[in-house]
Nanobody
Framework: QVQLVESGGGLVQAGGSLRLSCAAN????????MGWFRQAPGKEREFVAS????????YYADSVKGRFTISRDNAKKTVYLQMNSLKPEDTAGYYC????????????????WGQGTQVTVSS
């Protein structure tokens, strides 16, 4: 059972930056595709970014492309989401998740989920 713990959320002004972290307890962390999703109140959970096991391939939602960067450190069993030029519409709970499926963007393809961290962007 993979346990994922997110951190780094908070309140930031529009145009600001935050870096989210997601730490895993699983020694086979490097086997998983890791993804970030977000969910705003009253909206469905949506894909934000994912990264393959080696970190060599990354994928982004169009809404965050060029502003967010996903990365991972397999030695630390941690995946990161660097968020720059934040907008009020980025306000949501952010969740990391683990999947065996390469390049997965579908939430139902992810097996393990963290509890989430809240990001609030003020205008």
């Amino acid at each position: 059972q993979v346990q994922l713990v997110e951190s780094g959320g908070g309140l930031v002004q529009a145009g600001g930056s935050l870096r989210l972290s997601c730490a895993a307890n699983e020694r086979t962390f490097s086997s998983y595709t890791m993804g970030w999703f977000r969910q705003a109140p009253g909206k469905e959970r949506e894909f934000v970014a994912s990264i393959n096991w080696s970190g060599g391939s990354t994928y982004y939602a169009d809404s965050v492309k060029g502003r967010f960067t996903i990365s991972r450190d397999n030695a630390k069993k941690t995946v990161y989401l660097q968020m720059n030029s934040l907008k009020p519409e980025d306000t949501a709970g952010y969740y990391c998740a683990a999947s065996y499926i390469i390049a997965s963007k579908k939430s139902d393809e992810y097996l393990y989920w963290g509890q989430g961290t809240q990001v609030t962007v003020s205008s």
